[in-house]
């Protein structure tokens, strides 16, 4: 089985700056591409920034300059620094990898985390 634990979130004015970690465990062989996502009540969710297994990077044009993307491969974890926070970030930030948990299988399965809540709020 494999987990991903999302941690950070919270209440932050608007202006303001917060960090998303998500820790990957359990049965895990090779992580590829992991992605943080958001999800606004009442709205889809939507991709925010994903960065490959090699750390290349691709994000949504709103988030560009604002948020960063970034991996530490050795821990299995993968965050977002999020500055110049805005009311609209007001989301549960969902975290999103693409993992093969055994070598006879390279087919990487989707795993998603269970959301923290990000409110941006005076």
């Known amino acids: 089985q494999v987990q991903l634990v999302e941690s950070g979130g919270g209440l932050v004015q608007p202006g303001g700056s917060l960090r998303l970690s998500c820790a990957a465990s359990?049965?895990?062989?090779?992580?590829?591409?992991m992605g943080w996502y958001r999800q606004a009540p009442g709205k889809q969710r939507d991709l925010v920034a994903t960065?490959?297994?090699?750390?290349?990077?691709n994000y949504v044009d709103s988030m560009k300059g604002r948020f960063t993307i970034s991996r530490d491969n050795t821990k299995n974890t993968v965050y977002l620094q999020m500055n110049s926070l805005k009311p609209e970030d007001t989301a549960v930030y969902y975290c999103?990898?693409?993992?093969?948990?055994?070598?006879?299988?390279?087919?990487?399965?989707?795993?998603w985390g269970q959301g923290t809540q990000v409110t941006v709020s005076s």
């Open positions: 999103n990898a693409a993992i093969v948990t055994h070598p006879d299988n390279w087919a990487p399965g989707d795993y």
């Open positions: 359990g049965s895990i062989f090779k992580i590829y591409a």
């Open positions: 960065i490959t297994e090699g750390g290349s990077t």
